[in-house]
């Protein structure tokens, strides 16, 4: 047993995973993940703001080496528009959000779990970012590495979604229980042939060589280009390139499908993810040693939403989604805003979902 | 010449602006040193002299207004290989906007050759005022000439310590002055002059480039030309794992807990709370429990309150908050402030207090002992744990001091004065 924190074991994840190098810009309540990285990397850097790390993970990122930073909202703000270069330019790279409580500057050493709404609509046109979700100690060593895979076989930015009551607090963890993991391949294209930067390839992912490589001309571009990598209007080739981008991810989702389902005979799922997903959890062993039988699905993988998620929660007539913010983020992208009957929610401001919490609201009037 | 660089096709920009030439200047220059087109990476950004990349057969990366910069950056840091060239290209419009990227490449000497299509203006989004147009110029957004001048470049990028920075007008052939850049190991610049034919000349139809740059001051020379060494990132041979570092705890103790217990440990900034919890997290993991612990303290976190909440139990601690602990212990002022309102909700449990504090209203029982007094503002807090121990042994007090002694801090402390309530 040893005395670690969320952030340790990310950092530590992320670099067996093969993390090439950190790149950070100090940010509450990101901090640790950034000492950490800047510690246990190959290589680290320190930028001297949001804007120029995303710029320089996509630099690196080039030239075939995975780069990881970690931010707050803050951050990503300013990070935003280099995620949707990297993104076009499929390139990959690891962004771990540490969710804290806004708007604005808000609060930064108070946890929460209000940028679901901006992650799911941060790429213009509304292309999905594989989003992964850390709900325990566990997850932070599997769901990081499951990340950085995630990243360099879709080719992709990718997000590991957390937040400060995930990362900052100290647990007694058993570390001799971890799993190995093994450093994620790169498969460069490796022809004669001549290199198409973003001909779909297998699974719709385009082969990669970084740039700077002796054999074939390597393009990245940003704007709407076709296959070549040439910057087009909307001719018919770089709209089908656009399109891909969706189709690749959503194509190869399955696989990167993480997620827990303790399944009852009951009228009643919950759904948490994050921070409320221990809280998730007490809550559904006191209502099951009371007798009442629930469900809980615990969604890992967030962004897009798995077609399992909707599948499951269509058989309950009650699905309780308990999230720390405001206006029940997930539950409107599962259900949209008009929501369902039967679906409500539980949510705070400014301080954690407690199991008591929940437990009334699966047995309270709303029932 | 072929077209071993640059495409012999024409190039996509208006008749007569001077991007043609550095585009052909460029592979003259490369030509010139004799690299492979391979080994160039050009990176291009948002503006018309962006749009040139489709027709360089090197490796080509097109990316965001004003980053090219930064991102370029990231791939010479990434390839990190002399033999290689990384080419940025940029406009003056792209360096007002990134300018920070510029200042950190040329400070941090970064190997790269930036060059600047200096236009004095926006051409692409139809000839607005940039941070680089000169006092007088006039264009779209300063119809009767910019009232104020426009940053000097080259000898902010001197200042900063570029290896080499010159402005040259950007007419004739021009592709020595590249090929130099090119060599340069580190951050090279260049500024190329130019008139955009479209906006510029419209805007300003009786005045020439040479004349607009003499009245600008600008001068039309070398900044900057040491010799210093490329920015590296250092490579770990051989990181190591965070685990390494981390004490593997055995579990040397026994604990009676039968449920889960929560404490409060609440004092000031620099009052050795958090210290003094994560040694207590410590013990409890030495005494075969689950613990979690968990900082709270204000954005500035060397001042005011410092506090910890505790979780400890027999079981898998699943939620991690503390809404109604039992057990609160505060050894300050700011440490009662934060806690008031938990205490004073508490209607059982056990609140324990400096004595030279006022107690608040509670519930709980209220035990008062002098913690400052007798350990002194650093000890005070780890003095309190002590006390509790003593009193109700959720975990052993010789776990406790285990982890004391195995902390690196012990000579620090005097552990008889915290176990002197023993004899009490
Ligand atoms: S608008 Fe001006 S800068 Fe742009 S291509 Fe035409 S002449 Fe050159």
């Given amino acids: ?11 530590e994840a992320l670099a067996k995973a093969g993390g090439d190098i950190f790149i950070g810009y100090p940010i509450t309540p990101a901090n640790s993940l950034y000492q950490y990285g800047i510690q246990r990397f190959p290589m680290s850097l320190a930028a001297p703001d949001e804007i120029t790390t995303l710029q320089w993970m996509a630099g690196f990122s080039a030239t075939g080496k995975l780069p990881v930073t970690a931010t707050s909202f803050p951050g990503l703000a300013l990070m935003i528009e280099s995620i949707n270069m990297a993104y076009m330019m499929e390139l990959p790279m690891v962004i771990a959000l540490v969710q804290r409580f806004g708007p604005s500057t808000g609060t930064a050493t108070c946890g929460a779990q209000g940028d679901l709404l901006l992650i799911n609509g941060l790429i213009s046109g509304g292309y999905p970012v594989p989003t992964f ?23 992709t930015p990718v997000f590991l979604l957390t937040s400060k009551e995930m990362v900052m607090p100290l647990r007694g963890y058993d570390i001799s229980s971890l799993s190995e993991i093994d450093p994620v391949s790169y498969s460069y294209h490796d022809d004669d042939r001549k290199y198409v930067p973003y001909e779909p390839g297998n699974n719709l992912v385009p082969g990669f060589l970084p740039v700077g490589n002796e054999k074939h001309q390597t393009r990245l571009t940003a704007s709407t280009h076709d296959r070549n990598g040439i910057l087009q209007h909307t001719t018919k080739e770089a709209l089908a390139n656009t399109t891909r981008l969706q189709g690749k991810i959503l194509k190869n989702l399955p696989e990167f499908t993480f997620h827990e389902l303790d399944e009852e005979d009951a009228d009643t799922v919950i759904v948490s993810f994050g921070i409320t997903s221990p809280a998730a959890r007490r809550a559904v062993r006191t209502l099951r040693k009371n007798g009442v039988s629930v469900s809980h699905l615990i969604a890992k993988t967030l962004f897009p939403v798995p077609s399992l998620y909707i599948d499951t929660i269509r058989n309950y007539r009650r699905v309780v989604v308990a999230e720390e913010n405001q206006n029940g983020q997930f539950r409107q992208i599962l259900f949209g805003v008009s929501g369902r009957e039967g679906v409500t929610g539980v949510n705070t401001i400014g301080r954690m979902i407690t199991p008591e919490e929940i437990i009334e609201e699966v047995t309270g009037d709303g029932r | 010449m072929g077209d071993k660089y640059l495409s012999t096709s024409e190039l996509p920009f208006c008749k007569g602006c001077g991007h043609h030439l550095v585009a052909r200047n460029t592979e003259k220059a490369l030509e010139a040193i004799g690299l492979n087109p391979l080994d160039v990476i050009l990176v291009t950004d948002i503006g018309c002299h962006g749009i040139i990349d489709r027709k360089f057969h090197t490796h080509t990366v097109h990316g965001l207004h004003g980053r090219s910069v930064a991102l370029a950056a990231g791939i010479t840091l990434g390839l990190n290989n002399p033999s290689k060239k990384v ?13 920070q990227h510029l200042i950190e490449a040329a400070h941090r000497n970064f190997d790269m050759t930036v060059i600047i299509h200096n236009n004095m203006l926006y051409g692409m989004t139809g000839g607005q005022a940039s941070g680089l147009t000169p006092c007088g110029f006039k264009t779209t957004t300063s119809p009767e000439g910019k009232p104020y001048s426009g940053y000097d470049l080259c000898r902010k990028a001197n200042n900063v310590g570029a290896s080499y920075a010159r402005r040259i ?4 052939d021009y592709s020595g002055h590249l090929a130099e850049a090119f060599e340069t190991e580190g951050f090279s610049l260049l500024e190329v002059m130019e008139i955009c034919p479209s906006y510029g000349v419209k805007f300003n139809p009786d005045r020439k480039l040479t004349e607009i740059i003499e009245q600008a001051d600008l001068k039309v020379k070398l900044y900057s030309n040491q010799i210093r060494k490329r920015y590296q990132v250092h490579l770990r041979d051989n990181p190591i794992s965070l685990f390494k570092e981390k004490n593997e705890i055995e579990i040397e103790f026994h604990s009676e807990l039968k449920d889960t217990f929560s404490l409060i440990l609440s004092g000031s900034a620099g009052g050795g709370v958090q210290l003094a919890t994560e040694l207590f997290a410590q013990a409890a993991i030495a005494s075969g429990l689950d613990v979690s612990k968990k900082g709270n303290y204000p954005v500035t976190v060397g001042t005011g309150f410092s506090s910890s909440d505790i979780i400890v139990s027999p079981d898998p601690i699943l939620f991690t908050g503390v809404k109604d602990p039992d057990v609160v212990i505060i050894v300050s002022k700011d440490g009662l402030e934060h806690c008031r309102a938990v205490i004073e909700r508490m209607k059982n449990g056990l609140l324990i207090i400096d004595e030279n504090i006022d107690t608040p209203i509670t519930g709980a029982e209220v035990l008062k002992h002098d913690f400052h007094g007798i350990a002194g503002a650093r000890s005070a807090a780890l003095y309190a744990l002590f006390f509790y121990l003593h009193r109700n042994p959720v975990i052993p007090v010789d776990a406790l001091v285990s982890a004391l002694g195995k902390s690196g801090i012990s000579d620090k402390v005097d552990l008889d004065m915290l176990l002197n309530f023993k004899i009490e």
Avoid: H, K
Wanted: glycine share 14%; aromatic share 4%; charged share 10%.
């Fill in chain 1, 133 to 155: 979700c850390i709900s325990s100690m566990d997850d932070c060593w599997d769901i990081s590495a499951s990340a950085a895979s995630a990243a360099v076989e879709l080719r």
């Fill in chain 2, 169 to 172: 007008i950007g007419t004739g």
């Fill in chain 2, 87 to 99: 080419i940025v290209y940029i406009g003056d419009g792209g360096a007002t906007i990134g300018l």
């Fill in chain 1, 1 to 11: 047993m040893i005395l670690a924190n969320g952030s340790m074991l990310i950092i």
